[in-house]
């Protein structure tokens, strides 16, 4: 399963390459713009999440490790220094990986683009192939990875792969915290998550609310079934959410203005306090 709408990704990748460029302190002409964007590679996205799903599931703590431990790997085919860190959960040590281009004016400062690795399903133990759920957000930090490495930056960019997205965030949780000791100076994060979303609305999409999940979950389910058919009669099928909190509007609106001046793209700015 690659993610149902390519359309999205390579805006995606699109979006990163012109925004992260102005966020670190570059600036760009139109034509330089185009030249960033067009070296986007549909078959790498293909590639990764091809990769991705031949783990047949990421929920497990063996298999989300192996899925760090191959992203880490093609890190540092493209040169790219890379390396894992681990955190504590349940009496087990678990991986978050990291990459990082490095800044020539302004090293210490930093822009993040983060990805979850992880999948979930009703039961992960039979498959959870995460093909969109985040399957297409890995592929495309990696091909935002791979087209920035050769442009000069004046800001660090740091890739971070985090594990048990779907278990509470605690794999972010556990990096927040050692940047918090670090007193990192992290100036802006990217988050791509979830590209190629596309639900079919079948009788399989209501066995969310059919599980023996908790009636909480089942109702969260209901509504985004809802909330997915309505939007789909009343947005156009391309949907683009770019989603920050107050504070960061401002990066909410150079994202959102850079994907609608490169693509036809319904494109959505989504601002609060809630944007996760």
């Given at each position: 399963?690659?993610?149902?709408?390519?359309?999205?990704?390579?805006?995606?990748?699109?979006?990163?390459?012109?925004?992260?460029?102005?966020?670190?302190?570059?600036?760009?002409?139109?034509?330089?713009?185009?030249?960033?964007?067009?070296?986007?590679?549909?078959?790498?996205?293909?590639?990764?999440?091809?990769?991705?799903?031949?783990?047949?599931?990421?929920?497990?703590?063996?298999?989300?490790?192996?899925?760090?431990?191959?992203?880490?790997?093609?890190f540092k085919?493209?040169?790219?220094?890379?390396?894992?860190?681990?955190?504590?959960?349940?009496?087990?040590?678990?991986?978050?990986?990291?990459?990082?281009?490095?800044?020539?004016?302004?090293?210490?400062?930093?822009?993040?683009?983060?990805?979850?690795?992880?999948?979930?399903?009703?039961?992960?133990?039979l498959g959870?192939?995460?093909?969109?759920?985040?399957?297409?957000?890995?592929?495309?930090?990696?091909?935002?990875?791979?087209?920035?490495?050769?442009?000069?930056?004046?800001?660090?960019?740091?890739?971070?792969?985090?594990?048990?997205?779907?278990?509470?965030?605690?794999?972010?949780?556990?990096?927040?915290?050692?940047?918090?000791?670090?007193?990192?100076?992290?100036?802006?994060?990217?988050?791509?998550?979830?590209?190629?979303?596309?639900?079919?609305?079948t009788p399989?999409?209501?066995?969310?609310?059919?599980?023996?999940?908790?009636?909480?979950?089942?109702?969260?389910?209901?509504?985004?079934?809802?909330?997915?058919?309505?939007?789909?009669?009343?947005?156009?099928?391309?949907?683009?959410?770019?989603?920050?909190?107050?504070?960061?509007?401002?990066?909410?609106?150079?994202?959102?203005?850079?994907?609608?001046?490169?693509?036809?793209?319904?494109?959505?700015?989504?601002?609060?306090?809630?944007?996760?």
């Amino acid at each position: 399963m690659y993610p149902a709408n390519k359309k999205i990704c390579l805006v995606m990748l699109l979006f990163s390459a012109v925004f992260l460029l102005p966020a670190l302190g570059l600036s760009e002409t139109l034509k330089e713009k185009l030249q960033t964007a067009s070296k986007v590679r549909v078959d790498n996205l293909r590639s990764t999440i091809v990769s991705l799903e031949q783990f047949k599931e990421r929920s497990s703590h063996a298999k989300q490790n192996q899925a760090v431990s191959w992203v880490n790997d093609e890190f540092k085919k493209m040169g790219i220094d890379s390396w894992i860190e681990t955190y504590e959960s349940n009496g087990r040590t678990w991986y978050n990986g990291f990459a990082r281009i490095k800044g020539q004016k302004k090293p210490s400062e930093m822009i993040m683009v983060i990805a979850h690795i992880d999948s979930i399903t009703n039961q992960p133990e039979l498959g959870a192939p995460g093909a969109d759920d985040n399957g297409s957000g890995i592929a495309a930090l990696l091909e935002c990875a791979r087209i920035i490495k050769g442009i000069p930056l004046e800001k660090s960019v740091q890739f971070c792969i985090f594990t048990n997205e779907e278990r509470g965030l605690k794999g972010s949780k556990a990096f927040v915290q050692k940047a918090k000791n670090e007193r990192l100076n992290i100036q802006a994060v990217i988050n791509i998550d979830a590209l190629g979303y596309d639900l079919k609305i079948t009788p399989i999409s209501w066995q969310y609310i059919r599980s023996n999940q908790s009636l909480k979950y089942k109702a969260r389910s209901a509504y985004r079934i809802t909330r997915n058919i309505l939007s789909g009669i009343t947005e156009r099928k391309n949907l683009l959410l770019v989603a920050g909190r107050p504070q960061d509007a401002s990066l909410v609106k150079i994202a959102a203005g850079n994907i609608r001046e490169f693509s036809e793209l319904s494109t959505r700015e989504v601002i609060t306090s809630d944007c996760g």
